[in-house]
C-alpha cells in the first residue's frame, strides 16, 4: 500500500480541493440518487438534501459526497470512501 508523505499531503490536498467539482445537490439528483441507491453520503451517513453542497471525484460520476465531509475525509487519506481509488492528484 501506498503511503503518502505528511509533508506533501498539504499541497496536494490544496490542489485537489481547488480542483473538486462542487455543486449544489438539487432536486433532478435527488430523484437520480435515490435510484442509484446513492442518496446518502457514506462519509456522515446522512441523507443528501436539495441545498447540500455535495463534491464529486473524478472515479465515477456517482461517487459524490457532502463537500465539507469530503474535505475532511481528504484530509486523512487521499482515496475515494466507496472504491478506495486514489485521488487524482493531477492539475487539470
Ligand atoms: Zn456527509
Ligand atoms: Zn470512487
Not at 15 to 26: D, K, P, S, V
Request: aromatic share 6%; glycine share 4%.
Amino acid at each position: 500500500m501506498q503511503i503518502i508523505q505528511p509533508q506533501n499531503v498539504g499541497n496536494q490536498l490544496s490542489n485537489i480541493l481547488g480542483n473538486l467539482n462542487r455543486r449544489a445537490f438539487g432536486k433532478n439528483k435527488i430523484q437520480a440518487a435515490k435510484n442509484d441507491g446513492m442518496a446518502e453520503c457514506v462519509i456522515c451517513m446522512e441523507e443528501y438534501k436539495e441545498t447540500d453542497e455535495i463534491a464529486e471525484l473524478k472515479c465515477d460520476q456517482r461517487h459524490y459526497f457532502h463537500s465539507k465531509c469530503l474535505e475532511q475525509w481528504l484530509k486523512r487519506k487521499l482515496e475515494c470512501p466507496l472504491c478506495k481509488r486514489q485521488v487524482d492528484l493531477a492539475k487539470k
